[in-house]
């Protein structure tokens, strides 16, 4: 799939103040400094759509993109980053559970995986909370240019392992470098599939 046009929409600080109308909606989320942001802006082509910086923890709202005036890319803030006080952290959990919970557009969550850690506790936790909610997701695993071949391959047994002591099947896995722009065409296609057969 071709992306001819991304343009912000506008930020919501609750899923009630989201863009009304009943266009698909993918949303990214992910820990923070999982390279989401990069990952948006080398999806749609568009190098400052979506806010980056080496600060962690930087997307703060519900941010919606419009895709070729027929879909919406939706960037929500990252969970897990210990620097925000409890109190902030609390506010983004209600964000994004309110969002995921509430939002009837939403087609399919992209939960963001740093491919070159070990599975981590918060993200199999927030994957354990999806499939429990019904709530339809895939895994992107980022930075995949980070790691050799070899390295690579290990880490994604790892996780696959990992989930199949609790998952009976695997939701779709995607493997992307924002830098090279590996998997970036098997990602849109699969949004593509989808909204085939919305339509």
Known sequence: MQIDSANFVKSSNKATECPEGNLPEYAFIGRSNVGKSSLINMLTGRKKLALTGNTPGK??????????????????????????????RESFNRLIKGYLLQRSQLTNLFILIDSRHEPQPIDLQFIEEMGSEGIPFSLVFTKIDKLSKQKLAHSIETYKSTLLQTWEELPP?????????????????????INATLS
Do not use: C, M
């Open 59 to 88: 997307t703060v709202l519900i941010n919606h993109f419009l895709i070729n005036n027929s879909w919406y890319i939706v960037d929500l803030p990252g969970y897990g980053y210990a620097k925000r006080s409890k109190q902030q």
């Open 173 to 193: 896995l995607f493997f992307i470098s924002s830098v090279s722009g590996e998997g970036r065409e098997k990602l849109l296609d699969y949004i593509g599939e």
